[in-house]
């Protein structure tokens, strides 16, 4: 990527797996984002920590940047020396107002690369199960601005248009509709040519309307569909009822917040995107170092006389083999040092650094390591638990009263996180499917509700399904006056997706045969 150049880059159609491969890596290099409305948040946190984000987003009769501006925005970060990516809806130059962009940048002798991106044109109706042509209807179509009656003079040959056996694509179009039907109606189109209007494309808050040129003004009139919106008109919109795929997922049409911290949301997100659910990311804890490692450390310079040492958490690891590499001690030091984890993910994080585990519960709790360990343990035994400066005690108090002498030291802190985070309220509140909220520990619980305030928190909440990891959790959503959906059987970020499946399977099933 090369500084004082502008990527002009096409960012899909809304679903963030339909970004290209070198879209991905432009916007990973970006030191200035420029983006539009349709630029999925996901995308975002491609971005690098650090790069300047604008928003000249347009919505219709509203622009929070006029387009003279951002051209003129473009060339001067360019100028400061700077990658910038203009990240797009759909393809730059399918409407976009990206050829615009480049002549000006060309104009002033900014060097720039034009990223093509999928265009909502055909994307759209494939998501919504409208092929643009097929063999036995049409082998050609057409895509048309819908904002081409907002000009003084058309340039489109509407005669062309409705005699054409193509099939007519209308981006942006929604507002200009009635003229649209008019044109073509009035010109020998058939009033019963199908229309299908495809509202959001791509997202789990896709919505079709489905009618003729005869009626759908009407039908969007009666539905209040809002832009934005792709237009299908032709025979191919017939075969939607036989192809459509995207609303059959289990997920689609729920929003699933997401609570834990940013960096561990990335696997679960994609499992949730696969099945057509849309991620909301709300992290409501952030991990940092403990304000000193005075305690951690007076253990790792004994760290050979331990008999065990216990990890309850991913974290745990991290920060206690992070603390060992600083301090440069050899981990060779932790021979005859038993190693036990809580659970597979923590038992990975271990292993990952070539080290044995020699112990993991079959239940992922802490009094489940207690109980586990009793057979492995000798009297007197020292045992060394890393954990979270939140972490519960009744792990510590189990080993204690089992004899053994336990060096409970603070690894890492839960805290709040440090900067605001958007979250969509009153969206989440008024959409149609229930959202489901996910919650992976007692502390995401607790800063949920901290976070919104407890009158928006409990009002969401009453709203909301509610998805628990585990009893411990599931105690702390209960004290708060709240009923659980979901909770996991096995205490993993797997057993969390496992119960909101199931849950959604049997209510599906419920609801088809009621």
Excluded at 313 to 335: A, Q
Excluded at 468 to 483: F, Q
Aim: charged share 30%.
């Amino acid at each position: 990527m090369d500084k004082g150049t502008v990527y002009l880059v096409g960012a899909g159609p809304g679903d963030p797996r339909l970004l290209t491969l070198r879209a991905a890596e432009c916007i990973s290099s970006a030191e200035v984002l420029v983006y539009d409305r349709l630029v999925n948040p996901v995308i975002l946190d491609l971005v690098p920590e650090g790069a300047e984000k604008i928003f000249v987003g347009k919505k219709p009769g509203h622009h929070a940047l006029p387009q003279e501006e951002i051209n003129r925005l473009l060339v001067k970060k360019a100028g400061e020396n700077k990658i910038v990516v203009r990240a797009k809806g759909g393809d730059p130059f399918v409407f976009g107002r990206g050829g615009e962009e480049a002549e000006l940048l060309a104009e002033n002798g900014v060097p720039f690369e034009v990223v093509p991106g999928i265009t909502s044109a055909v994307a759209v109706p494939a998501y919504a199960g409208i092929p643009v042509t097929h063999r036995h209807f049409v082998s050609a179509f057409s895509v048309i601005t819908g904002h081409e009656e907002e000009k003084e003079s058309s340039a489109l040959d509407w005669d062309k248009l409705a005699q054409a056996e193509d099939t007519l694509i209308f981006l942006m179009g929604i507002k200009n509709l009635p003229v649209i039907v008019q044109n073509l109606i009035s010109r020998g189109k058939s009033p019963d040519t199908p229309v299908a209007l495809i509202r959001w494309g791509t997202l789990t808050r896709q919505e079709v309307l489905q009618g003729t040129l005869k009626d759908i003004v009407s039908r969007v009139e009666e539905k209040d569909f809002k832009p934005p919106a792709v237009t299908i008109i032709g025979s191919v919109v017939n075969l939607r009822e036989q192809l459509k795929w995207w609303e059959n997922k289990l997920l689609f049409g729920r929003s699933v917040v997401i609570t834990r911290p940013r960096h561990l949301q990335r696997s679960f997100r994609e499992k949730i995107l696969d099945l057509g659910g849309e991620p909301v990311f709300f992290p409501t804890v952030e991990i940092v170092p403990p304000p000193d490692n005075v305690e951690l450390d007076r253990c790792l310079d004994r760290i050979a006389e331990f008999g065990w040492i216990v990890f309850t958490s991913i974290h745990g690891v991290m920060y206690f083999f992070r603390r060992m590499r600083e301090r440069k001690i050899d981990f060779r030091e932790l021979k005859g040092v038993k190693l036990a984890a809580i659970g597979p993910k923590t038992r990975e994080a271990v292993e990952d650094l070539g080290l044995t585990v020699e112990f993991q519960p079959g239940e992922y709790r802490a009094e489940a390591v207690a109980e586990g360990l009793k057979n492995l343990l000798h009297p007197g035994e020292e045992i060394l638990l890393p954990r979270a400066d939140l972490a519960r005690p009744e792990l510590a108090v189990a080993l204690e009263k089992m004899g053994m002498k336990v060096e409970e030291v603070i690894a890492y802190c839960n805290v709040l996180p440090g900067e605001d985070t958007e979250f969509p309220f009153e969206e989440l509140m008024e959409q149609k499917e229930k959202p489901i909220i996910t919650f992976t520990s007692s502390s995401t619980v607790k800063n949920f509700f901290h976070l919104l305030g407890k009158e928006r928190g409990s009002r969401l909440a009453d709203r909301a399904l509610l998805a628990s990891i585990g009893p411990i959790t599931s105690e702390t959503i209960r004290s708060l006056g709240h009923e659980v959906d979901m909770e996991a059987v096995h205490y993993t970020m797997e057993g969390l997706l496992e119960a909101i499946l199931k849950y959604m399977r049997e209510n599906k099933y419920n609801r088809e045969k009621s």
